[in-house]
């Protein structure tokens, strides 16, 4: 049955919102860990697992929608997914002791999981080439909104009882709007010429392509693409697309292990570890909310106007110097009051930076690489990868603060950081500007040419 003419505005935005509950459902830890750690007296060791549960159910939930997302469909699986985090809220919310809450903490990461790996892939389809970082990158602005959201939400919620069931319980919301919203949107159009229904392909592209002409020409090079390759996972492993796993798995797990989610996860312990009063820690939460929202709308301004290598360099390098100030200070014997604010001045600095280049980039670059044969695999292994290093981070940070000053935990992130802007020089393509049919066809170029060099070596 026809849904009728749909709006582009209409098609990008639910094409991008699960990214809310995925800010969400990640932000909200933050406000709501410390009281789970007061209520279930847990341990160090236990607070990680409950925290990094979430992402072991992302790793499983970017591996499935890898496997069944180039088969069923990105629309379908969001659309399950919007129901499982639905499920997964309330479940949190109820959950009795840390058990449970583990439990249907991973079931939500199993949805958080899935968005992670189909929204990107799914926007970077449907988007136009001139503009596609700046709508694959709507997905962004909605995982920071969805937490900014979720820092208020904290803030707010603090000083009642049991508030952490509160917060787990207020995802329920969005994501009954998400489901509402995912009725009615498309399926992607290259999806759909995969499965040879190129009229419901042009029927998609007509809401979201200015001229017929530009449609036409569109699905011509998506079919022509598209007719020289097998689909499946084993695919992925051909020597023509390594590059682009290589690029893909290097940006996602790189964007993890720099340090970002033990601020995001984290915030609020760390505001308070430092001196500040459970309140001002929540507020302070708020603000790294804030930061990430504005410097992301900033982002969307100026990522179709500069190359993504450019803005990666920068951006990674004024994360590894945010890392390294503290540390840098305190070895020069600055007093302990005015190194605790010059450490959340700091990170807020690293937000900002993050904010700006690794966080939004790393998943419109997955979306734009990876070949149409092997796109959803592709960006779930991917995916798989980015949420392994998240759980790691979750799962020893409270441990390594137990153990060491924040300065040494730091300083280890900035090295990472420099490791990264170190990929980004040596391995990482340019993609600004070209479609997804023109990356494809250099990358696979590429592949060719460093096969036949190593095999001629």
């Not at 509160?166 to 290259?190: D, K, Q, T, V």
């Amino acid at each position: 049955m026809s849904k009728g003419k749909i709006s582009s505005k209409f098609i990008f935005f639910f094409g991008s919102f699960a990214g809310i509950l995925f800010g969400y459902d990640i932000g909200i830890t933050a406000g709501a860990e410390g009281h789970i750690r007061v209520d279930f007296d847990l341990s160090p060791l236990w607070l990680g697992i409950v925290v990094s549960s979430l992402m072991g159910g992302a790793i499983l939930g970017s591996i499935v929608s890898g496997l069944f997302g180039d088969r069923f469909g990105r629309r379908k699986l969001i659309l399950i997914a919007s129901v499982v985090f639905f499920v997964g809220g309330l479940g949190s919310a109820v959950a009795p002791e840390e058990i449970s809450l583990t439990v249907f903490r991973i079931l939500l990461g199993i949805a958080v999981g899935t968005a992670s790996s189909l929204v990107p892939a799914y926007m970077s389809e449907i988007a136009p080439a001139n503009t596609r970082g700046k709508l694959s990158g709507l997905n962004q602005l909605m995982i920071v909104s969805g937490m900014l959201l979720s820092y208020i939400v904290a803030f707010i919620l603090e000083p009642f009882p049991n508030s952490w069931r509160y917060m787990f319980a207020s995802a329920a919301i969005p994501a009954i709007i998400l489901f509402i919203g995912m009725l009615r949107l498309p399926e992607s159009p290259r999806y759909l010429i995969k499965k040879g229904m190129a009229d419901k392909a042009r029927e998609v592209l007509a809401s979201v392509r200015s001229s017929k002409e530009e449609i036409e020409a569109e699905i011509s090079e998506i079919v022509d693409v598209a007719k020289h390759e097998n689909s499946g996972s084993g695919q992925l492993f051909h020597k023509r697309f390594r590059l682009a796993l290589i690029i893909g798995v290097g940006m996602a797990t790189l964007q993890q292990i720099q340090g970002a989610n033990s601020i995001v996860y984290y915030a609020t312990s760390i505001a308070r570890d430092v001196g500040l009063a459970p309140q001002v820690a929540a507020g302070f939460t708020v603000i790294v909310g804030v930061i990430f929202v504005v410097t992301t709308v900033i982002f969307l301004k100026f990522v179709d106007k500069y190359n993504r290598r450019t803005i990666l360099t920068v951006g990674g390098a004024g994360m590894a110097l945010s890392f390294f100030t503290p540390a840098i200070l305190g070895a020069f014997g600055i007093n302990e009051s005015a190194l605790n604010w010059i450490t959340l001045i700091s990170l807020c600095c690293f937000i900002l930076f993050y904010a700006f280049s690794w966080a939004p980039l790393t998943w419109i670059i997955v979306g734009e690489i990876f070949p149409l044969a092997v796109r959803g695999i592709g960006a779930g292994i991917s995916s798989a990868f980015n949420w392994t290093g998240s759980l790691a981070i979750g799962l020893v940070f409270p441990i390594l603060t137990a153990k060491y000053s924040f300065g040494v935990i730091f300083s280890a992130f900035g090295f990472i950081c420099i490791l990264g802007l170190i990929f980004v020089r040596f391995v990482v393509v340019e993609t600004k500007g070209r479609t997804l049919e023109q990356i494809e066809t250099e990358m696979a170029a590429r592949s060719e040419k460093k096969s036949a060099e190593s095999v001629g070596a």
